[in-house]
Each structure stands twice: as structure tokens, then as C-alpha cells.
């Protein structure tokens, strides 16, 4: 059950895609559907590295996204029947490479779907690749051998692609991935800024079935909706819960649906028994009461289910009655 208040009550809470190479140096359409006819590649694991993607470029993202690979082996690299997996985790397409192909030592060969994008394009696959702009993985494998693999997205340190910025992997050690301002296809990459890793999280539990619940919704503000909408979260469990990789989807009785992810940053949780206030839409104008801000779209001003998402595991439903202007909806302890 619903009951509405004016105004607020709440308490403030104190990275697959495959890659295909192309017969030396030149142009080449050699990505295709999988096929296991022909000889086979000679790539062990390790040698042939994923190192740049540029997923979301300045404007149009179609012809214009691109990916490289590098031979950091000391040898040249047989790459026939090389496959090459594309998409999200769990649903990828593979691809392999046609003939019998070398990539010598030391070389970054650049995949894209368009020759006039960029100076410098080893395999044209046209619009057989799409690279998504959230979570999305890459991965090389040979005769069923994994060469490498990388995934990005919001689910990932990384975060989610902006506009013109890749993703590189550093040129000096070949381990650290950092997102660049400026892209080099085909070149050697400069070195990131190491990212530390993510803080320790022994005493944080992921979020099971009931563990969080929805409590407060403000979709309609008095005034501009802009900067203040809001909704409040609960751990109603007697340990630390994780936010991280949830998501909170937004349904309407039209089935229109909106989704907010937290972003997988190390550890951002809520504490034992305590709320969460959570701001989405345009950055909050009152940043004082927010715990947290995910951005994206506002909330819808209709009718509708508001769910808290672990990967399939639903750990809150609640539906929301038809949004008033400058009305909380606050929800009944049951």
C-alpha cells in the first residue's frame, strides 16, 4: 500500500567482439559467419591482444566504430579459421577469418566497418559488426583455444563509451585498459594512468529477494521535474548489501520501460537497516539529500512497476500509482 505526502521524509544516508585479421597490410573483407573448412590458425593464448575499441565515435556510429588487434608474440601469427566472438556475454556471434592469413610481430591491425573513417583500415567487415555502447564483450579464440578476451560497458570499471573516446589497452605493459581522449588505430598506444584496484568487500553481500525495498518515489515534483526526482531504497537485511551492477527498471501500464544501472565502481552499498535516496534525470539540484545519482532518463509521470534487478533475480517489485504533482509516494510498512 501507497500513502502520499507533500513534500519529502526520509533520512539522509551520512567491456564481445572477435576479431579477424587481413592479409598484409591491405584492405581486406575476410570476416565472415563461422566456417570450420581450411586449414586451421597457430595462434597460442596470449599472443594476439585486443588493444583499442572504439565503440561510440563522434557522431554516426554507423561505418565509423572500430576495433585492433596486435601480434605481441615474436613470431608471425597463422590466422585462418581464427574466431572472433562479438556482442553481449552470453549471446555473442562468432565470426572467423577466410584463407590462410600472417600478421608479423608487432603489428596492429585496425577492424572497422568502413575504409574512409579512419587513415588506416586492415579488414573492412562493413555492417556485419555492430559494437554496442553498453556492455558488450570481445573475444579471440583458436580451435577453440581462448587467445583474449575483454568486455566494457556500465557493468565495467570503464564505465559506459562516451562519445569519441576508446577504449586502450596501455602500450607499455599490455595488462592495464584506461579510456582515452584520443585514439590511435593502427599505433603503437601510450601508456594509462594504472587504475587501483577496487577495494576490498569481504563484509558486503550481493542483494538476494527482499534484501532491498523500494519505499519513497517523488516521479512528479512541484514545478520542473528536472534535477528532482528521486526515490528511496531500504536494506532491510541485517548486513551491508552491494548496489553495484543492480538495475532499476520502470515499467508503465503501456509497457514503456526506462532502466537506471548502478555502476560496478567497488563496494558502493548501502549500510544494514538504513535508506538509500536514490536521484535520476538531470543532476540533482539538491545534491544535499542524494545518495546517489544514476543519470538517464526521469521517471515516468503514468502508472507503473518499479523493479530493483539482479541480473534475473527481482529483488523488489512495487507498483506505483499515477504520479501528483509534488506528491511523495511513501510506501506502507507491511
Known amino acids: 500500500m501507497w500513502r502520499q505526502m507533500f513534500g519529502r521524509r526520509f533520512a539522509k544516508h551520512p567491456y564481445l567482439m572477435m576479431i579477424l585479421l587481413c592479409s598484409c597490410g591491405k584492405p581486406s573483407d575476410l570476416l565472415t559467419d563461422f566456417k570450420t573448412e581450411g586449414a586451421g590458425c597457430d595462434v597460442k593464448a596470449g599472443e ?13 556510429d554507423h ?7 596486435t601480434n605481441v608474440s615474436s613470431r608471425g601469427l597463422q590466422l585462418a579459421r581464427l574466431a572472433v566472438d562479438v556482442g553481449q556475454p552470453g549471446s555473442m556471434k562468432r565470426y572467423s577469418i577466410l584463407g590462410e592469413t600472417t600478421m608479423l610481430p608487432g603489428d596492429a591491425w585496425v577492424f572497422a566497418g568502413s575504409s574512409d573513417a579512419l587513415p ?27 587467445v583474449d578476451e575483454t568486455r566494457y560497458g556500465s557493468e565495467t570499471p570503464l564505465g559506459a563509451p562516451h562519445e569519441a573516446q576508446s577504449y586502450m589497452l596501455s602500450g607499455d605493459d ?18 594509462c594512468v594504472k587504475i587501483p584496484p577496487p577495494p576490498l568487500c569481504d563484509d558486503v553481500k550481493k542483494a538476494t529477494t527482499g534484501a532491498l525495498r523500494i ?16 526515490f528511496v531504497i531500504r536494506n532491510t ?22 532502466l537506471w544501472r548502478f555502476p560496478v565502481q567497488g563496494c558502493n552499498h548501502v549500510q544494514a537497516n538504513e535508506r538509500a535516496v536514490i536521484a535520476v534525470g538531470a ?11 544514476l543519470g538517464g532518463d526521469g521517471l515516468y509521470n503514468s502508472p507503473s512497476t518499479l523493479r530493483v534487478l539482479l541480473g534475473d533475480a527481482v529483488i523488489d517489485s512495487v507498483a506505483v500509482p499515477q504520479p501528483k504533482s509534488g506528491i511523495t509516494w511513501i510506501r506502507d510498512v507491511i
Open 63 to 69: 561505418g565509423r566504430e572500430w576495433f585492433e588487434i
Open 174 to 191: 599490455h595488462t592495464t585498459w584506461c579510456v582515452s581522449e584520443g585514439s590511435t588505430p593502427g599505433a603503437i598506444n601510450p601508456s
Open 237 to 258: 537485511s541485517p548486513t551491508k548489501i552491494l548496489l553495484d551492477g543492480l538495475v532499476v527498471q520502470q515499467t508503465t501500464d503501456k509497457s514503456s520501460t526506462r
Open 215 to 230: 519505499e519513497e518515489i517523488l516521479a512528479d515534483p512541484a514545478g520542473a521535474d528536472d534535477g528532482n526526482e528521486w
Open 48 to 60: 594476439l591482444r585486443i588493444t583499442e575499441i572504439m565503440p561510440n565515435p563522434s557522431g554516426s
Open 120 to 146: 588506416v583500415v586492415h579488414v573492412n567487415y562493413g555492417s556485419t559488426i555492430t559494437l554496442g555502447n553498453d556492455t558488450a564483450a570481445l573475444r579471440i579464440t583458436c580451435a577453440d583455444l581462448l
Open 283 to 293: 543532476m540533482p539540484l539538491d545534491a544535499s539529500i542524494i545518495t546517489w545519482s
